[in-house]
C-alpha cells in the first residue's frame, strides 16, 4: 500500500469508493461518498486523533460489518483512497480554508431540475462527532454552529422552511468554525497516513497490533 498523497481524488476514484460503498453498505455504515465526506471532515476537526482502526470500523457500522474484500488490492486501494481524502481535507481545512467545500448530493425533481441536498454529508459529520464522544465542553456560539449542521439529520426537519442554497453555506461556514475552534485547543498534528506496502503477514497500518489479514482486511 503506498502512502497516500493529499491531492484531490480524480472521478475515477470517486466512483471506485462510491462503488465500493455501496457494494459493502449496511443498515448502519456510510452510504455514499458525501456522507464519507462529512465523517472525514468531523475527524480531523475534533478535538482528538481518532485511531485508524475505530474510526474505519465506525465507517462500516461495526467490526461484523467490516467489508470481505474480494482482494488484498481492493481493500488497499479503498483504504489508500479514503486517507488521501481526509489528508486533503485536513491540508485545506488547515492551510486553505477559503478552498474547503463540503460535497453535497443533489436530489433531481420531476420536472428535471437538480437541488443540493445536505442531509448525507451531515449524517456524516454526526458521525465523527460521536466518535470524539459528542466533542464535549463547546462553548455556546460553537453548540450553535454543531446544531446548525445536525439539525439536518432530524427526522421531522421542515424541509421545504429550509432554503438549500443557505443551509449548504451555513453547513460550510459551521464546519469551517469548529475545525477552527478545535485546532486551536490542541497540538498541531499530522494529517492521517497509511504508511508503504502492508502484507497480509505484517502489522497492521491501523495500530491493533493485529495481522493485516486479521484486521482490516477482514
Given at each position: 500500500m503506498n502512502t497516500p498523497s493529499a491531492v484531490p481524488l480524480t472521478d475515477a476514484q470517486w466512483d471506485f469508493l462510491e462503488s465500493m460503498l455501496e457494494q459493502y453498505k449496511s443498515e448502519t455504515s456510510v452510504w455514499n461518498t458525501s456522507e464519507l465526506d462529512g465523517y472525514l471532515t468531523a475527524l480531523v476537526s475534533g478535538p482528538t486523533v481518532i485511531p485508524f482502526e475505530e474510526w474505519f470500523e465506525a465507517l462500516w457500522g461495526g467490526m461484523e460489518f467490516l467489508p470481505k474484500w474480494e482482494s488484498d488490492q481492493q481493500c488497499d486501494r479503498f483504504i489508500s483512497l479514503v486517507v488521501q481524502h481526509m489528508n486533503e481535507i485536513a491540508g485545506k481545512l488547515i492551510e486553505n480554508p477559503e478552498e474547503f467545500s463540503p460535497i453535497f448530493m443533489e436530489d433531481e425533481h420531476e420536472d428535471g431540475h437538480f437541488t443540493l441536498?445536505?442531509?448525507?454529508?451531515?449524517?456524516?459529520?454526526?458521525?465523527?462527532?460521536?466518535?470524539?464522544?459528542?466533542?464535549?465542553?463547546?462553548?455556546?456560539?460553537?453548540?450553535?454552529?454543531?446544531?446548525?449542521?445536525?439539525?439536518?439529520?432530524?427526522?421531522?426537519?421542515?424541509?421545504?422552511?429550509?432554503?438549500?442554497?443557505?443551509?449548504?453555506?451555513?453547513?460550510?461556514?459551521?464546519?469551517?468554525?469548529?475545525?477552527?475552534?478545535?485546532?486551536?485547543?490542541?497540538?498541531?498534528?499530522?494529517?492521517?497516513?497509511?504508511?508503504?506496502?502492508?502484507?497480509?503477514?505484517?502489522?497492521?497500518?491501523?495500530?491493533?497490533?493485529?495481522?493485516?489479514?486479521?484486521?482490516?482486511?477482514?
Open positions: 441536498s445536505v442531509e448525507d454529508w451531515c449524517f456524516g459529520y454526526e458521525r465523527g462527532v460521536v466518535m470524539g464522544d459528542g466533542w464535549p465542553g463547546l462553548p455556546e456560539e460553537e453548540q450553535e454552529l454543531l446544531a446548525g449542521i445536525l439539525v439536518h439529520t432530524y427526522d421531522d426537519e421542515d424541509e421545504e422552511a429550509i432554503d438549500v442554497e443557505e443551509a449548504a453555506d451555513m453547513v460550510c461556514v459551521g464546519a469551517l468554525n469548529l475545525h477552527a475552534y478545535w485546532l486551536a485547543k490542541r497540538a498541531p498534528s499530522e494529517p492521517v497516513r497509511v504508511g508503504d506496502k502492508v502484507g497480509r503477514n505484517d502489522p497492521c497500518p491501523c495500530g491493533s497490533g493485529k495481522k493485516f489479514k486479521q484486521c482490516c482486511l477482514h
